[in-house]
């Protein structure tokens, strides 16, 4: 058995569709009227069919989970973020955790918690 894929819950699947190619280069695979498939084994699910599926409300920014991406250029990476989504809701600006590993975190315009570090 293997994981294929993990998905996270939207509520305007064409902006996130959006969001996540500008930041993460993320392409989509299929396109399934409310859930999509993008490279990487992300899945994007318009929350609306969600809240069906489960029978209850979604909670946004519930920290109980994180993406995470890596990225050789951070710095980069940070100022792009900044030029294309500065109203993003930061968890922590660029740090540098104590054994040298560079990291930002922030929110996803959903309340999906983004972790993007370098490589270690």
Known sequence: MKLKNVLIVVKDIEKSKKFYHDLFGLETILDNDGNMI???????????????????????????CELYFEERNI?????????????VKYVNKLMTHSWGHKVVRFYDPDG???EVGMPV
């Not at 489960?54 to 109980?64: D, F, T, V």
Request: aromatic share 14%.
């Open 112 to 114: 999906n918690l983004i």
């Open 38 to 64: 993008l490279t990487g084994g992300l899945v994007l699910q318009e929350e609306k069919y969600w809240k069906e599926f489960l029978g209850r409300e979604i909670i946004s920014e519930n920290n109980s």
């Open 75 to 87: 710095e980069e990476f940070v100022e792009r973020l900044e030029k294309y989504y500065p109203e």
